[in-house]
C-alpha cells in the first residue's frame, strides 16, 4: 500500500509540530517539510533574550532541552521526517496536487507531491515605507538572521543609543534587552501609550512612567518622517516633533502573513490577507490545511475571526492539523487574545474582551479595577498587582481581563484564561478554589478580591469610578469632594491626586464625619481604597447617601500626582 504523502510547507512552529505529532500518531505517513530558511523550529520568542543576552548562544533556540540541535538530521533520523531546507515553494498546483520549489543556493526547480498540503507559511514583518529604511543598523525582529544580525551590532560595542518604532509586544520586550545591555533606548509610536492591543490607557500611561524611571524614553502619538544616516549607517530618527539619536533602529510595527503562494493557487482569504480555515484548519481546499500566524481563527467568546500570530497558537494549531490528516478529527475552538510579557519588573498580560470590544461584540459590559498583593505582607518577595475584571453584566459572564504589577500575574492570567474559556460567570470565579499557603497567595487569592470587587460593583452595594472616569467627572461644573483616608505620612510618600481634597485617615474618620458635606457627591480612597471601602461604609452609618469609590485607589491612577 502506497504511503500518505503530507507536505508542509513551513518548517517553524506550526509545521514542525505538524510533523512531530503525526509522525508519532500515523508512523505509516511519507512526510517532507519545505523550510525556505536554514533553521527549523526555532524559539523565535526568545530573540529579545538572545539580543539581550540573556540566551548566549543561538543554538539554545535551535535546541531540544537535552542539547540536541532540531536539524534535518534530526528530524530524519529521530522523527523519520525528511526536510530540505532553503527550498522556497513558488507555486501550488492544486489539480495535480504538487508543489514547485526553488532552491535558494542553486535556483534549481522540483517538484514535490501530496496527498494533503499543509501551509505553515508564517508571517513577516513590515518595513514601512520611510526614507532611510534601508541604511544599515535598522533591524527587524523576525527571523533567525535578524537575531544574529542585531545581536552582532551590539557586540561591537559601537552601539550607544537605539530607537524603536513601535510600542507592542516585540518592541516593548526589545525595549528591556537593549536597556539591560547599557543602550539608551528611545520608544516611538504613533500611539498615544505603549502595548495599545495588549492594555488600556490607563495601564498603558503605568507602563510609559515605569519604563522611563529605567531611563527609557517613550514618545506617544508621534510619527517617524525619516531615518537619518551618514556613510550608510544610521544616525538618527526624525519625528514629527523631534529628532533622536540612533546608532541602531528597531522596526517593530506589525507583521503580515505569508499568503502570496496561497492566494496565487486560489484558496480563500480573509480581508487582512491570511487564509480562511474551517474548525478542522482545512482550507478552501479540502485538501490543504494551514495554520499558524498565516491564518485566521475565531474569537472564542464572540465567535468572529481574531488573527493571533501567537507561538503557542501555532504550536496547538499544528497538533489539530496533524490529528485530522490522522484521521482523528479534532477541532480548534479558537483564540482569546492571550499575550503576555515581561518588562523590567513588571508582568503584564491580557486575555478575552476589554469594555470596548465587549460593547462591539454586543455585550453590556461592566468592569473593575482592583490593586492586590500576590501573597501575605509578611511573607518574603510579596509584589503588588492591578487587576481589571471584564464582565456581561445581564449574565454574569466573565469576557475579559488585564493584569499588570511585580507579583505573581502569569498564574492569575492563566486562571483567569481558563475561567473565560469555559464561561464561567464572576460568582463562580470568586467561589473558585484556588490554592493557598502564604508562600503562594493571599488567603482570598486576588483573582478571588477581583470577582468580589466586581460583584460588588455589579449588585449595587457600592458606586465607583476609574481612574479616567474619576478626572472626567472632576472637569465638569459640580466636582465631587475628594476623601483621601491614608495617613499625611502616606501622602507624601505616595502622591497625591492633583485636585483639591480633604485629608481624614480612616483611624479618625467616625469622630470627624460631621466635617463633611451632606449635600455634595464625596469620593474615598487611600492607598488601593481598601480603607476607601471602609470609608463608605463609615459615612452611610453616619447618614451619607452621595458617596463613591475610586478604583484601585492612588496605586491605580496613571494620571501626574502632586
Known sequence: MERKKVLIIGGVACGAKTAA??????????????????????????????????????KDLVCTPLGIIR???????????????????????????????????????????????????????IRPPIPGVDLNHVFTL????????????????????????????????????????????????FLPTPLPALVGEDFGLRVAKAVKAKGVDFYGGEKVTEIIGEGGVVTSVKTDRRTLDADMVLL?????????????AGLELAP???????????????????????????????????????????????RVIADNIAGLFTKFPGVLGTGILKLFDLT??????????????????????????????????????????????PSRRLLGAQIMGTGVVDKRLDSLVSAITCGMTVDLLADSDFAYAPPFSTALDPNTHAANALRNKMDGLVKTYQAKELAERMKQPDPPLLLDVRTPGELDVQGRLPYEFVNIPLGKLRERVNELP???????????????????????SAGYENIALLEGGVMSWPYELK
Not at 518 to 529: A, L, N, P, Q, W
Open 348 to 393: 503584564i498580560g491580557k486575555t478575552g474582551l476589554n469594555e470596548a470590544q465587549a460593547r462591539e461584540a454586543g455585550f453590556d459590559p461592566v468592569s473593575i479595577v482592583v490593586e492586590e498583593a500576590d501573597r501575605p505582607h509578611f511573607m518574603p518577595g510579596m509584589g503588588g498587582m492591578t487587576i481589571r475584571l471584564v464582565a456581561d453584566r
Open 142 to 189: 523576525w527571523t533567525m538572521p535578524d537575531a544574529l544580525a542585531m545581536k552582532s551590532a551590539l557586540a561591537s560595542g559601537s552601539i550607544k543609543s537605539a530607537v524603536i518604532i513601535g510600542a507592542g509586544l516585540i518592541g516593548m520586550e526589545v525595549v528591556e534587552a537593549l536597556t539591560e545591555r547599557g543602550v539608551k533606548v528611545s520608544v516611538v509610536d
Open 518 to 540: 451632606k449635600d455634595r457627591e464625596i469620593v474615598t480612597f487611600c492607598k488601593i481604597s481598601v480603607r476607601g471601602w471602609d470609608a463608605v461604609a463609615a459615612m452611610r
Open 21 to 58: 505529532r503525526l509522525a508519532r500518531i500515523a508512523p505509516g505517513c511519507d512526510i517532507t517539510i519545505l523550510e525556505r530558511g536554514e533553521h527549523l523550529s526555532f524559539a523565535g520568542c526568545g530573540f529579545p533574550y538572545f539580543v539581550g543576552d540573556v540566551v548566549k548562544e543561538y
Open 252 to 264: 517593530a510595527v506589525g507583521i503580515r502573513p505569508n499568503t502570496a503562494l496561497a492566494k496565487e
Open 71 to 125: 536539524d534535518a538530521n534530526f528530524f530524519r533520523t529521530v522523527k523519520n521526517i525528511t526536510v530540505h531546507t532553503g527550498c522556497l515553494a513558488t507555486k501550488i498546483d492544486r489539480q495535480k496536487k504538487c508543489v514547485v520549489t526553488s532552491d535558494s543556493a542553486t535556483g534549481s526547480e522540483k517538484t514535490f507531491p501530496y496527498d494533503d498540503l499543509v501551509l505553515a507559511t508564517g508571517a513577516s514583518s
Open 272 to 318: 487582512n490577507g491570511t487564509l480562511i480555515v474551517d474548525d478542522s484548519l482545512r482550507t478552501s481546499d479540502p485538501s490543504i490545511y494551514a495554520g499558524g500566524d498565516c491564518v485566521i481563527s475565531k474569537n472564542l467568546i464572540t465567535g468572529k475571526p481574531a488573527w493571533q500570530p501567537m507561538g503557542s497558537t501555532a504550536n496547538r494549531q499544528g
